[in-house]
């Protein structure tokens, strides 16, 4: 990639133990701050870069769920000042996706800032004698979370190009590595989890850095490590590994036995004038056709008399209509500025459990689907049992389940169910896929 995606910014110290970053801008990676970190890096340059992460991991979010919440048919997004919402991402007419614009440029490029951030890190922890500074377990523990961190980052930029792959090895951008595709890249990504899983088991009791409030629970090396492993077994289940899904989720937070659907780790926001606000809320009032997120109407035909998760959404005094799509529900899955966004919670690691049972285990499959319908005020699954019919199950519940979070698209595409997604206008079409951004250099 061109190297004026890692123009970065770097993020000043988290003050406690509060969501938000207060934020001073480094616009020149050759400039003496950045060198003073490359010679010399103190407790509070960590926790400063380590801010920079956890601000970087959070800038344009809000298209990358919109981009997997539409073409996933979640939702459409309505916006006045952007008509490629509703042309370019549903197919609309004769739109295709562009390699050239914001809804995969902007992603993209935030995400590989999060991963170059973290790899001038773990530089500045592999290039100097930090032994005055940190424990030899403090040096591993950051390097476990900064490798859990990059997966995921990287994941998040597979999920859009899929097939297209990814650049993995992006360490010097001066010598970026190649695109490798899907199957390549999800390894390699199981890889750097399964690294830095071996890192945050010999990290100590506790991090060098203060986390953010949606670290909460999570915010030592040791309940962190259940982090790695959730994503990992996420990681197992894209690359149909059942056995995998089941190893990993055995050594994550994953909790059968009545424990929140919530807990998990999150982004946070804040209305802070130096904080991110949550990118997904738009108030009832302030929803239009000129700007909303509108339930696209399946979701709501379809659910299950009873299903509490129809709470994400309200329905509008009045139908908003924008480009021939009319809907009078919208997204409220998040109900203000500061709502947190998950990364990964309970909910999906039970869904997951599932999933990985299948095949093998149809009861256990069934009791953890029953878990969820439960907590959504369901009755038990009374249909078949066979792995396809169980899978048909796990997708509905995952549609309902995580409605907003960025699954439907990937899941209904890793079980070649594309086809199966509603069109809503008759030239409309359900991408598989971006194109990598132009902004690359292939």
């Known amino acids: ?35 003073a970190f490359a010679e010399n890096l103190t407790r509070g340059d960590l926790q400063d870069l380590i801010g920079g992460i956890l601000f970087s991991s959070r800038e344009r979010l809000g298209t990358y769920f919109d981009d997997c919440g539409v073409i996933g048919r979640e939702y459409w997004r309505f916006s006045g000042s952007d008509p490629r919402f509703t042309t370019d991402l549903l197919g609309g007419d004769n739109s295709v996706l562009d390699n050239n614009t914001f809804y995969i440029t902007g992603p993209w490029a935030s995400r590989y800032r999060s991963v170059k951030n973290a790899n001038l890190i773990l530089g500045f922890l592999d290039g100097q004698d930090v032994s005055g500074q940190f424990t030899a377990a403090e040096v591993n523990a950051t390097r476990g979370f900064l490798k859990t961190i990059m997966a995921y980052e990287l994941l998040l930029n597979l999920n859009l190009t899929y097939d297209n792959g990814i650049r993995v090895d992006v360490a010097d951008e001066n010598n970026l590595g190649p695109f490798v ?11 750097m989890l399964a690294d830095g899983a071996t890192d945050l088991s010999t990290g100590g009791g506790n991090f060098p850095f203060i986390l953010s409030s949606g670290f909460a ?24 590994d059942n056995a995998g899904i089941l190893n990993l989720l055995g050594d994550s937070f994953l909790d059968l036995s009545g424990g929140s659907m919530d807990t998990g780790v999150y982004y946070t926001f804040s209305e802070d004038a130096n904080d991110i606000v949550n990118p997904l809320f738009i108030s009832v009032g302030g929803s239009s056709a000129a700007q909303a ?3 696209q109407p399946s979701f709501i035909t379809d659910a299950e008399a009873g299903d509490t998760r129809l709470e994400k959404t309200v329905q509008l005094a009045a139908p908003l209509t924008l480009d021939d799509l009319t809907g009078d529900y919208i997204v409220f899955r998040y109900t203000d500025n500061d709502v947190p966004i998950p990364m990964i919670r309970n909910e999906e690691l039970v869904l997951l459990y599932a999933e990985g049972n299948v095949s093998t285990n149809s009861s256990e499959a069934v009791n953890a689907i029953n878990t969820v319908r439960a907590a959504a005020g369901l009755g038990p699954y009374t249909g078949a049992t066979d792995p396809a019919s169980l899978i048909n199950e796990i997708l509905n519940q995952r549609r309902y389940s995580l409605f907003a979070e960025g699954h439907r698209w990937i899941d209904m595409r890793r079980f070649n169910k594309l086809g199966e997604l509603p069109l809503d206008r008759p030239e409309d079409d359900v991408w598989s896929q971006f194109p990598i951004p132009l902004t690359e250099n292939q």
Do not use: W
């Not at 770097?10 to 003496?32: K, W």
């Not at 595709?181 to 890889?191: F, N, V």
């Not at 629970?217 to 149909?240: E, H």
């Open 217 to 240: 629970g999570f915010n030592t090396p040791g309940t962190f490590l259940q982090v790695n492993k959730a994503i990992a077994a996420r990681v197992a289940a894209y690359q149909g």
């Open 293 to 295: 997120r509108v339930v």
């Open 1 to 35: 990639m061109k190297k004026h995606i890692y123009k970065l910014l770097f993020f000043a110290l988290i003050i406690g133990a509060v969501s938000s970053c207060q934020i001073e801008e480094y616009s020149d990676l050759n400039g003496p701050e950045v060198d």
């Open 181 to 191: 595709g899907r199957a390549e890249a999800l390894s390699a990504i199981r890889a």
